[in-house]
T-cell receptor, first 115, second 114 residues
C-alpha cells in the first residue's frame, strides 16, 4: 500500500458526460501528479500540482482539468467524455521538495469506461 | 526530448533462473532512472531508482539494476526469479535540469513459469 488513495475504483459513464476523480496523497506529500494509462498511448503524464499550484502540464486535453485543494487532495475533472477517454487514471504523490530525483508513489487508479 | 525504450513486450523465464528486463533511455545530460512494477488491477509500485553514485542499484524484492552510461541502459535484474514476480514492469526516465516530466516506457510483461 503506497499511502495514496483514489476514488472511485471504477466509473462507468456515457459519452458527453462529466466525471470527477479524486486523489488523496501520502501524508506530508505536497506534489500530486495525474497520469492516464491506455492500451494505445501507454502511461502518459497529464498534470502536476504542488501545494495547490499547477506546476507542470503534460498531454492533458482541454476537456480535462484538475485542482489541488488546501488539504492537498486533488481532483481530476473530465468533461465531454469520448469513447477514447476510457482508460486507467492514476494519481501519484511525492514530497515535492527534492526535484526530479523524488520517487513518485502511485495510487491504485480509477478505471473509467465511457460507453 | 527524453524517451525510454523497453524492447521486449514479454520476457519468459523459469522459476529459479536469473531474469533481465531491458531498458534503454535517451536524455540530454545525466538521467534519473526508475523501475516500477504493476500487478493486475493494481497501481504502480516503486522498485528502485538511480540518482547518482554506484552504478548498481539494489531495490525491493531482490531486484537490482545497473546503470550503464555508455550504453544508455538501465536493465532490471534478479538472480533467481519467483512465480510471484510475474507482472508488468515499467522503466522511467527524467532529465535532471529544470522540471521534466517522468517518461515511462511501454512496459515489459514478465512471465515466470513454475
Amino acid at each position: 500500500d503506497s499511502g495514496v488513495t483514489q476514488t472511485p475504483k471504477h466509473l462507468i459513464t456515457a459519452t458527453g458526460q462529466r466525471v470527477t476523480l479524486r486523489c488523496s496523497p501520502r501524508s506530508g506529500d505536497l506534489s500530486v501528479y495525474w497520469y492516464q494509462q491506455s492500451l494505445d498511448q501507454g502511461l502518459q503524464f497529464l498534470i502536476q500540482y504542488y501545494n495547490g499550484e499547477e506546476r507542470a502540464k503534460g498531454n492533458i486535453l482541454e476537456r480535462f482539468s484538475a485542482q489541488q485543494f488546501p488539504d492537498l487532495h486533488s481532483e481530476l475533472n473530465l468533461s465531454s467524455l469520448e469513447l477514447g477517454d476510457s482508460a486507467l487514471y492514476f494519481c501519484a504523490s511525492s514530497p515535492g521538495l527534492a526535484g526530479g530525483q523524488e520517487t513518485q508513489y502511485f495510487g491504485p487508479g480509477t478505471r473509467l469506461l465511457v460507453l | 526530448a527524453q524517451s525510454v525504450a523497453q524492447p521486449e513486450d514479454q520476457v519468459n523465464v523459469a522459476e529459479g533462473n536469473p531474469l533481465t528486463v531491458k531498458c534503454t533511455y535517451s536524455v540530454s545530460g545525466n538521467p534519473y532512472l526508475f523501475w516500477y512494477v504493476q500487478y493486475p488491477n493494481r497501481g504502480l509500485q516503486f522498485l528502485l531508482k538511480y540518482i547518482t553514485g554506484d552504478n548498481l542499484v539494489k531495490g525491493s524484492y531482490g531486484f537490482e539494476a545497473e546503470f550503464n552510461k555508455s550504453q544508455t541502459s538501465f536493465h532490471l535484474k534478479k538472480p533467481s526469479a519467483l512465480v510471484s514476480d510475474s507482472a508488468l514492469y515499467f522503466c522511467a526516465v527524467r532529465e535532471r535540469r529544470g522540471f521534466q516530466k517522468l517518461v515511462f516506457g511501454t512496459g515489459t510483461r514478465l512471465l515466470v513459469s513454475p
